[in-house]
Every structure is written in C-alpha cells, then in structure tokens.
C-alpha cells in the first residue's frame, strides 16, 4: 500500500496509455494497474476520440500513483520532466536501467558518477524520461524539474513558490554551480531535493544547449478536497502562467510547467454507474477553467 501524495503525474499519450502502464508495471514488478475511465459521447468529441475508448488508466509504480491519458498526438515528453528513481543498489538499478531502455534512447549512460555509484538517464520507447540511481532513498520514485533555456536559472524561484503553496515542505538539500562551472551561472541550482507535502522533489537549472522545454505531455495532478484549496493553488500556480492554458483545471504556471487542480470528488461523480449524472459533469467540467465543486455537485445531482 503506497501512502498517500500530494501530486500524481498525469501522463499525456496519443493512443498508448494501457500500452505504457502495462510496461511500467512490470519494468518495475512492483505495482499495479488501476482503474480505467473510458470517453463519454461529450468527452470524445472533443477530444476527436471513439467513445467509449479508454480515456485513462491509473497504475501504480514504486509506491507512486500515475494516471495515463489517450488524448491524442498534441504534446511530446522532453526531459525537462523526468521520474527519479531511488534504487536499493547497483544490481536493481542497472536491471531496471536496462529495462526501461528497451527501444528507447539513452542520455547518460549507466556509469559511475561523481554524485552516485551508479545512475544513469534513459527515455523509454515512448519518451518518457528516467534517472535511474542505485542509491535508496524513502521515496523511491520522485518529479524531477529540469530547467533550461529562457527558464534556465529560475529553479530555485519556482522551488520556494511551490513549497509556499504546499503545507509540510521543506528543503532537503542544494547543490548549487560553483565559479568557474560555466555554462551556469554561479549560485544557481545544480540539483536540489526538496518536498512538497512531505513528497519529495528535485529541480536542477542547466544552461547547456538543449532543445526542448516543459510541455503538457506531463502534467503534476493535485487532488483538492475543498473549493479553498482549489482556489488558493489555482490562485498561487496560475499568477504570472498563460492564461490560454487554463481548462478544464488545467493551467500552467509562470516557468511553464503544467498543473490540473482537480476536487477529488470529481472521479466518483464520472465513474457513477447513473451514466446521465456521468455525462452531466462531463457537460459542466468542459465548460471550466478552474474547477467550482458546487457547480459539478449540481450538475451531479440534475438541478
């Protein structure tokens, strides 16, 4: 039983969400697959999919909860976000390094390093990106934030906005660009680990030449039990972020990076077995940018 998290990453494929979370569960061997939620008449039209297609399918891996989505061939992951996985050794974390790479593509080979024993950084065949370290930690599996380009040297900006928005964090540690480590400016972030929550997270700035940024292929899913807690983190997240990204609960903040700030009821009400009261929400959600709990409540209820 894995304890609870404050964000789940929700990952964004064009038809492969089933595929993929069946591959994670059993690179890993640990985990397990969750629940599915297929699209409605409403959904698929805008989303241009069948209905009654699996829309999501939630799996579970290291202790960590995910949810997989078909919408369709919009977004590609980058390793701007990344999962950190926390090995109990060399021998798990190459076993697991190696499987994650099948038909994907390396981007630091399995070696030692000045910081670890033995890591190593891979994209799997669908893009998703690992860092792989045989070093244990409590939390075993961790988001980690790359920051780069226009970006690049706002890590530890975006690090104390996000710890001010969740209760319970801290930062653990910070490496930071000493003189002379150029391309980076010295005093940024080399790599911090910090949580939110009580759920841990890293962030890393890098001034290299990369070609990619933060996309909507990954976005960090944050499950609201109140209208207040929606409201202060939509509030928090969404000041200085795209205006043009806010739907459905979806935003993105000031640095980019996407967010859904989604009331936790939200799921009971879609997997009703009442179909009408499912289609109803649908037909009200679609219409937010912020989620409003007594609007779906009414819709849930027909009034």
């Known amino acids: 039983m894995s304890k609870s998290r404050t964000l789940t990453p929700f990952l964004w494929f064009d038809s492969e969400a089933e595929e993929a979370a069946e591959f994670y569960v059993s690179a890993f061997g640990d985990g397990q697959i969750g629940s599915l939620t297929h699209y409605t008449a409403e ?40 999962f950190f996985v926390n090995c109990s050794g060399e021998e798990e974390a190459r076993a697991l390094f190696d499987r994650l790479g099948e038909g994907g593509t390396e981007l630091m080979p399995f070696d030692r390093y000045p910081f670890s024993p ?32 226009d970006q690049c040297g706002r890590a530890e900006e975006a690090m104390t906005l996000y710890m001010s928005l969740f209760p319970q964090s801290r930062v653990e540690s910070v490496d930071r660009y000493a003189a002379g480590e150029g391309p980076d400016a010295e005093g940024t972030v080399k790599h911090a680990v910090f949580s939110l ?31 207040a807690e929606i409201d202060r983190l939509w509030d928090g997240l ?34 009703d077995a009442d179909r009408g009261k499912a289609s109803r929400v649908t037909d009200a959600f679609l219409q937010m940018k912020k989620f409003d709990i007594a609007t779906l409540e009414r819709a849930f209820e027909g009034r």
């Open 118 to 149: 033995a890591y190593g950084w891979v994209a799997d065949r669908f893009g998703v990106t690992w860092q792989i370290n045989s070093v244990p930690r409590t939390d075993k599996l961790a988001p980690c934030l790359l920051f780069v380009g």
């Open 197 to 227: 929550g009580g759920q841990e997270a890293r962030i890393m700035d890098s001034a290299h030449d990369h070609r990619f940024t933060f996309t909507e292929a990954i976005s960090l899913q944050v499950l609201c039990d109140t209208q």
């Open 43 to 82: 959904s698929a039209g805008m989303a241009g999919r069948p209905e009654g297609s699996v829309m999501t399918a939630g799996f579970e891996v290291a202790g960590q909860g995910f949810v997989a989505l078909n919408g369709g061939p919009l977004f590609s992951f980058t390793p701007a976000l990344s």
């Open 238 to 271: 969404a000041e200085g972020g795209d205006p043009q990204a806010q739907r459905c609960g979806w935003l993105k903040d000031r640095f980019g990076v996407s967010w859904q700030i989604v009331p936790r009821v939200l799921s009971t009400m879609l997997g």
